[in-house]
């Protein structure tokens, strides 16, 4: 199985700060890898999917970059409706492996 | 806009079989292009992939899970299901259902899942 591994684990950040986690995949997944967005007691939500492009209606705040084995979700701007959980998930083979989490905390 | 429900049991005994539906809304089950997923968080842990079901009843099981898993696929009222037997407390999970679009490779929408709790 493609170990997908993110860091940090969680980060306090506030108001209007650019945030950055990453997602590290064991071995290339060329740019089979989605970020989606947990809010406690709700389904998670995709944001962002063959690791660039921004799934329709989610704010140009949030971007992707990467390819093969290291990716970024970059949050220009925090905003109050951002301070959630972020996961990687990584679709080039099966079965589907999802990285650890990041939880986005208000500072 | 499509959405997905799980329900079923909250409480099952070790070694006893967990069974969970998903319910589709605002497409069909039938419709091609998708597949029809279970993915599952343990309390503290990360999500698991539990497999897929295609309409046509094609499936596929993560090899941990695999001896233990069936899904099926009811079309006349838009459902799949998940059963899991002979469960113990690690199988304590919150299990969400998920359509997975297959141009695309990604998860979407989930449902909100439903937590379910291996305890005597």
């Known amino acids: 199985d493609i170990q997908m591994t993110q860091s940090p684990s969680s980060l306090s950040a506030s108001v209007g700060d650019r945030v950055a986690i990453t997602c590290r995949a064991t071995q290339s997944i060329s740019n089979y890898l989605n970020w989606y967005q947990q809010k406690p007691g709700k389904a998670p939500e995709l944001l962002i999917y063959a690791a660039t492009t921004l799934q329709r209606g989610v704010p140009s705040r949030f971007s992707g970059s990467g390819s093969g084995t290291d990716f970024t979700l970059t949050i220009s701007t925090l905003q109050p409706g951002d301070f959630a959980t972020y996961f990687c998930?990584?679709?080039?083979?099966?079965?589907?492996?999802f990285g650890q989490g990041t939880k986005v905390a208000i500072k | 806009q499509v959405q997905l429900q799980e329900s079923g049991s909250g409480l099952v005994k070790p070694s006893e079989t967990l069974s969970l539906t998903c319910t589709i809304s605002g497409d069909s089950i039938s419709t091609g292009g998708y597949s029809w997923n279970w993915i599952r968080q343990p309390p503290g842990k990360d999500l698991e992939y539990i497999g897929y079901?295609?309409?046509?009843?094609?499936?596929y099981y993560n090899p941990s899970l695999k001896s233990r898993v069936t899904m099926s696929v009811d079309r006349s009222n838009n459902q799949f299901s998940l059963k899991l037997n002979s469960v113990t407390a690690a199988d304590t999970a919150i299990y969400y259902c998920a359509r997975e679009v297959l141009l695309r490779n990604y998860f979407d929408p989930w449902g909100q899942g439903t937590l379910v709790t291996v305890s005597s």
């Open positions: 998930q990584q679709s080039f083979s099966t079965p589907r492996t």
């Open positions: 079901i295609y309409y046509s009843g094609s499936t």
